[in-house]
């Protein structure tokens, strides 16, 4: 028994060894040849192990450069190749653990970034006022299927978050906790502290990636009359003092 079990771990030791040596960009032929690669790849040099390419192009995403990734073998025995990939989106370091499927599915978790607000402001195509801050970007979870709306499992935090328009809001520390819905949808809980006022909304993006945005806006002591007149302008006032907003769309309006 022990005999058979030393033999079979020779086997599969040889063969990850092998593995490990053949050349990424040779891979990457064999899975684009046989439609198993759901994006686009330029500049591939390494293994498989540990390889890097120049620009990685997902359709309806910014482009990615200066990507490496480092494989972990075990998944091999499973079909899947697995591993962590270290990038650059609009100049800015992203890190992620991923996973791509027999099947062609790619799964990524635990990304983490940090992109300006000015970057985030270009990146969404928001036409109107000025960002500043930074926004820190945790996703537990995504999946890059074939679906329009990713299922996506995740926080945004935009610290020190300003908006300019005719005047600047403090907005504090803003939190965007996104988690699906039962109709391959996503929810979205907006909410904040230390601004100028108070955050408190929902965002509700249906699979056809429309979107409805239930928020209120409250006002602190330190407000001034003029944001008050300001929120009057786009949302009707509460008799609490607060101001609702609603609002309906589709997220390509932003270039999502």
Known sequence: MKKRYYILIAIISYLIFTLSN????????????????????????????????????????PEIKNLQWSINPAYLLL??????INAQVMDQNVISQFSLSPTGEVSITDLRARIEASEMQDLLQI??????????IDIASM???????PPINGDIKWTAAKLTLAETVDLG???????????AGLVAQLSNNKGDVSLSGTININSKKDYKLDL????SDKASQDLKQSLGLFSRRQSDGGYQVKRNGNLREFGI
Do not use: C
């Open 143 to 149: 999946e890059l299927n074939s679906a329009i709306l």
């Open 79 to 84: 079909a899947h190749i697995s591993g962590q």
């Open 173 to 183: 520390h803003v939190l965007l906790q996104i988690t699906p819905d039962d109709k």
């Open 127 to 136: 036409p109107f006022g000025e960002l500043s801050g930074l926004f820190n």
């Open 22 to 61: 053949v050349p990424a960009a040779k891979v990457v032929t064999i899975l684009k040849q046989n439609n198993l690669l759901p994006v686009t790849l330029y500049g591939v040099d390494g293994s498989l192990w540990d390889g890097r390419a120049d620009k990685v192009i997902i359709k309806k995403t």
């Open 216 to 219: 209120v806006i409250t006002p």
